[in-house]
């Protein structure tokens, strides 16, 4: 237990460190009306190719890609680091991300923000969902928020398509190099399918 907090803090000093500059940046952005509304523009101007992904809107448009609406900008800036320097990879991401510079970083995270999530409106297992409940409300909270609407540097999670997540979880449980160093690692380790399948159709449907 002692190992898993320490490699914890250290993850997230190392996080926290990263996104300084980028969430300074957007902080100064964000509070001024005028700038806001530039770094908007610029933001939608930057998207347009995101958009074929995640939706001009943040609403993923494939259920196997994660939206991007209203997530945490923190989160977002510390992702782009990580596909930039290879700790998290993907096929696409990790040629997009080390071509978006600070200033393209902080206009997607302000354009995002301000784009609503869609609610989910496919029939869910009542089992499954409930048993995600129970696991998500005894494990996940202290970290992705009561509603997991994300906190500081844990990503929001409700209201993902629930494809992503049970991809998210499984390749953490079975400790996929893509993610690797990832805290999700040692947390997912034990999971069954069933409990991934749970939690992933709990969360598609909780409202932001
Ligand atoms: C061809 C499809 C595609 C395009 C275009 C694309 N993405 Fe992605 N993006 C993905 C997929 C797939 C993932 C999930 C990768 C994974 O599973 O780790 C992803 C993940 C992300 C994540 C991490 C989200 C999370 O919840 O962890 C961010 C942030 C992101 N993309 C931003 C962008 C931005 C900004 C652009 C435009 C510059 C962009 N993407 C363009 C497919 C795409
Ligand atoms: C110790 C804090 C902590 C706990 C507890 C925790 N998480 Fe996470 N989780 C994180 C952090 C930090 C990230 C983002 C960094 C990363 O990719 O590892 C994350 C990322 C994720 C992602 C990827 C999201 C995305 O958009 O790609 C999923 C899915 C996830 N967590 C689900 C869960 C679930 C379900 C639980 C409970 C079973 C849980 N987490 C418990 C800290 C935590």
């Not at 409700?158 to 400790?175: S, W």
């Not at 160093?181 to 040692?186: F, Q």
């Given at each position: 237990m002692r190992v898993l907090v320490c490699v914890l803090l250290s993850c997230f000093a190392t996080l926290a460190q990263a996104s300084d500059e980028a969430l300074q940046r957007f902080t100064q952005l964000n509070s001024d009306p005028v700038l806001r509304e530039q770094a908007y523009a610029a933001g939608q101007e930057r998207i347009r190719f995101c958009g074929n992904c995640h939706g001009e809107n943040g609403n993923s448009k494939r259920p196997y890609i994660p939206n991007l609406a209203e997530q945490n900008p923190v989160y977002l800036f510390n992702a782009f680091e990580m596909f930039a320097s290879g700790e998290r990879q993907d096929f696409i991401m990790s040629k997009l991300?080390?071509?978006?510079?600070l200033e393209d970083r902080v206009n997607v995270a302000i354009y995002f923000g301000q784009q609503k999530l869609l609610a989910h409106t496919e029939p869910v297992d009542a089992t499954l969902r409930q048993q995600g409940e129970v696991t998500f409300k005894t494990i996940?909270?202290?970290?992705?928020g009561v509603n997991a609407e994300g906190r500081e540097i844990t990503p929001r999670l409700a209201g993902q398509p629930a494809e992503y997540l049970r991809k998210a979880l499984t390749r953490f449980r079975d400790q996929d190099p893509s993610r690797a160093g990832s805290v999700m690692m040692s947390i997912a380790a034990d999971f069954s399918d069933e409990q991934i399948a749970g939690l992933a159709e709990y969360l598609q449907q909780l409202q932001p």
């Amino acid at each position: 237990m002692r190992v898993l907090v320490c490699v914890l803090l250290s993850c997230f000093a190392t996080l926290a460190q990263a996104s300084d500059e980028a969430l300074q940046r957007f902080t100064q952005l964000n509070s001024d009306p005028v700038l806001r509304e530039q770094a908007y523009a610029a933001g939608q101007e930057r998207i347009r190719f995101c958009g074929n992904c995640h939706g001009e809107n943040g609403n993923s448009k494939r259920p196997y890609i994660p939206n991007l609406a209203e997530q945490n900008p923190v989160y977002l800036f510390n992702a782009f680091e990580m596909f930039a320097s290879g700790e998290r990879q993907d096929f696409i991401m990790s040629k997009l991300a080390p071509n978006l510079t600070l200033e393209d970083r902080v206009n997607v995270a302000i354009y995002f923000g301000q784009q609503k999530l869609l609610a989910h409106t496919e029939p869910v297992d009542a089992t499954l969902r409930q048993q995600g409940e129970v696991t998500f409300k005894t494990i996940c909270t202290g970290c992705h928020g009561v509603n997991a609407e994300g906190r500081e540097i844990t990503p929001r999670l409700a209201g993902q398509p629930a494809e992503y997540l049970r991809k998210a979880l499984t390749r953490f449980r079975d400790q996929d190099p893509s993610r690797a160093g990832s805290v999700m690692m040692s947390i997912a380790a034990d999971f069954s399918d069933e409990q991934i399948a749970g939690l992933a159709e709990y969360l598609q449907q909780l409202q932001p």
